[in-house]
């Protein structure tokens, strides 16, 4: 039995179509993408879900956490994956599942992290400080912000003349949508392991 994944999104849902593609191709086996969450209503991230014949809902920040701890356990979710979800998360649901999330941050944690660094803004950081080497992490979700166990990092040249869009690109496609998969799937597999003695 494969571990069940819920994907929670809030924008154009790049990294949730790096999953997506990744479970199309096999390198994503041990889990299947059951539930894509958004935090706004016009994500395109939703119609990236529907094409793909996952389920979409939006559960806006002001629904409250215990709307999406209903939609995550009324679906048997074994796995959370943020991807490029803006809204932080509570400390019951990060209790709840401990160990049980994972997030995509577009930076070598511990630099240009924690709140107020998502989007462009640690692109931009890395520019203004004149890093040569930036990158992505994946890590474990705890209740501060980007303070997780680290489970993978990969490192992206910057490259003169660069702006924060240029280099957010190449840390999406260099890093951030190798390494997510790849974690998502040894995650997976550790659930499947424990569901499937």
């Given at each position: 039995?494969?571990?069940?994944?819920?994907?929670?999104?809030s924008?154009?849902?790049?990294?949730?179509?790096?999953?997506?593609?990744?479970?199309?191709?096999?390198?994503?086996?041990?889990?299947?993408?059951?539930?894509?969450?958004?935090?706004?209503?016009d994500?395109?991230?939703l119609?990236?879900?529907?094409?793909?014949?996952?389920?979409?809902?939006?559960?806006?920040?002001?629904?409250?956490?215990?709307?999406?701890?209903e939609?995550?356990?009324?679906?048997?979710?074994?796995?959370?994956?943020?991807?490029?979800?803006?809204?932080?998360?509570?400390?019951?649901?990060?209790?709840?599942?401990?160990?049980?999330?994972?997030?995509?941050?577009?930076?070598?944690?511990?630099?240009?992290?924690?709140?107020?660094?998502?989007?462009?803004?640690?692109?931009?950081?890395?520019?203004?400080?004149?890093?040569?080497?930036?990158?992505?992490?994946?890590?474990?979700?705890?209740?501060?912000?980007d303070?997780?166990?680290?489970?993978?990092?990969?490192?992206?040249?910057?490259?003169?003349?660069?702006?924060?869009?240029?280099?957010?690109?190449?840390?999406?496609?260099?890093?951030?949508?190798?390494?997510?998969?790849?974690?998502?799937?040894?995650?997976?597999?550790?659930?499947?392991?424990?569901?499937?003695?």
């Amino acid at each position: 039995m494969r571990a069940r994944v819920a994907v929670l999104v809030s924008g154009g849902g790049t990294n949730l179509q790096a999953l997506l593609d990744a479970e199309g191709s096999g390198i994503l086996k041990s889990g299947e993408i059951v539930l894509v969450v958004s935090s706004r209503p016009d994500a395109y991230a939703l119609t990236r879900a529907r094409r793909a014949g996952v389920e979409a809902l939006t559960i806006a920040k002001a629904d409250g956490e215990a709307a999406l701890i209903e939609a995550l356990e009324s679906r048997k979710i074994d796995l959370v994956v943020l991807a490029g979800y803006l809204t932080i998360l509570g400390a019951e649901l990060v209790k709840k599942y401990e160990n049980r999330i994972v997030n995509v941050h577009p930076s070598l944690i511990p630099a240009f992290c924690g709140k107020g660094f998502y989007g462009l803004i640690p692109h931009e950081e890395a520019l203004k400080r004149g890093v040569k080497v930036t990158g992505a992490t994946v890590h474990l979700v705890n209740e501060i912000p980007d303070g997780g166990k680290i489970l993978a990092q990969k490192a992206v040249d910057v490259l003169p003349g660069d702006t924060p869009e240029t280099l957010q690109r190449r840390v999406m496609v260099e890093a951030e949508w190798v390494l997510l998969p790849r974690a998502v799937e040894a995650l997976c597999a550790d659930i499947a392991k424990e569901k499937n003695p």
